[in-house]
């Protein structure tokens, strides 16, 4: 199957027209902020926000771009897996924010190619992901090196993208360098790894 790119091409056409800026995680309580919603059933909603030059494009040809990216992957699949809310100009046209919904973390990963798990940890286990044992909580504490074994049933989110992470659900552990506005939404733009865990307190 092909991989369609939305989330790329549309970084990649801004960038055609100037240098781009990404504003995930830029100024706390900022509206500016790309994040990626994931619910209880693994539905996840995504908001990407980037600098916008409304001399070299136009929100209807950058909207007409999204959704045919949209339809491309949709079509390998009986029902639709993706879609596409709006895009839209704020700021008075300074930031192009795209809005869409995906059926499952899978679906997220496949379409803009970057790595996002949602699932048990021991669902994590069997699609080959290990549970990092550098984990900490809010105190800085360490996670026990056997908390995967003695909670298969508690769920982690393990991604590669940077945007904020709102969980369904509280998160009680997260890779170093990861920041917690409130109880479900983390902040990932401080971190180094590649690869970052939220371990969840259901």
Same mark, same amino acid.
């Given at each position: 199957?092909?991989?369609?790119?939305?989330?790329?091409?549309?970084?990649?056409?801004?960038?055609?027209?100037?240098?781009?800026?990404?504003?995930?995680?830029?100024?706390?309580?900022?509206?500016?902020?790309?994040?990626?919603?994931?619910?209880?059933?693994?539905?996840?909603?995504?908001?990407?926000?980037?600098?916008?030059?409304?001399?070299?494009?136009?929100?209807?040809?950058?909207?007409?771009?999204?959704?045919?990216?949209?339809?491309?992957?949709?079509?390998?699949?009986?029902?639709?897996?993706?879609? !596409?809310? @709006?895009? %839209? +100009? $704020?700021?008075? #046209?300074?930031?192009?924010?795209?809005?869409?919904?995906?059926? &499952?973390?899978?679906?997220?990963?496949?379409?803009?190619?970057?790595?996002?798990?949602?699932?048990?940890?021991?669902?994590?286990?069997?699609?080959?992901?290990?549970?990092?044992?550098?984990?900490?909580?809010?105190?800085?504490?360490?996670?026990?090196?056997?908390?995967?074994?003695?909670?298969?049933?508690?769920?982690?989110?393990?991604?590669?993208?940077?945007?904020?992470?709102?969980?369904?659900?509280?998160?009680?552990?997260?890779?170093?360098?990861?920041?917690? !506005?409130? @109880?479900? %939404? +983390? $902040?990932?733009? #401080?971190?180094?790894?590649?690869?970052?865990?939220?371990?969840? &307190?259901?």
């Amino acid at each position: 199957m092909g991989k369609s790119i939305t989330k790329k091409t549309l970084v990649q056409a801004l960038a055609m027209a100037m240098a781009l800026l990404t504003m995930t995680g830029c100024g706390s309580g900022s509206t500016e902020v790309s994040s990626v919603t994931i619910d209880k059933d693994g539905h996840i909603s995504n908001v990407i926000y980037e600098t916008f030059d409304k001399e070299y494009y136009s929100l209807e040809e950058l909207s007409d771009m999204a959704s045919k990216e949209v339809s491309e992957y949709n079509s390998e699949y009986i029902s639709p897996k993706i879609s !596409l809310d @709006k895009v %839209e +100009a $704020v700021d008075d #046209g300074a930031f192009v924010k795209l809005s869409m919904n995906y059926d &499952s973390a899978s679906d997220f990963s496949n379409f803009n190619d970057e790595s996002l798990f949602y699932g048990t940890l021991e669902e994590a286990e069997a699609a080959g992901y290990r549970m990092s044992g550098e984990l900490i909580d809010s105190n800085g504490v360490k996670i026990e090196s056997s908390f995967a074994q003695d909670h298969p049933d508690r769920h982690i989110i393990i991604t590669t993208d940077k945007s904020n992470i709102i969980a369904p659900f509280n998160i009680e552990y997260t890779s170093k360098g990861v920041t917690l !506005l409130g @109880k479900k %939404e +983390a $902040v990932l733009e #401080g971190t180094t790894a590649d690869s970052i865990q939220l371990l969840l &307190s259901k």
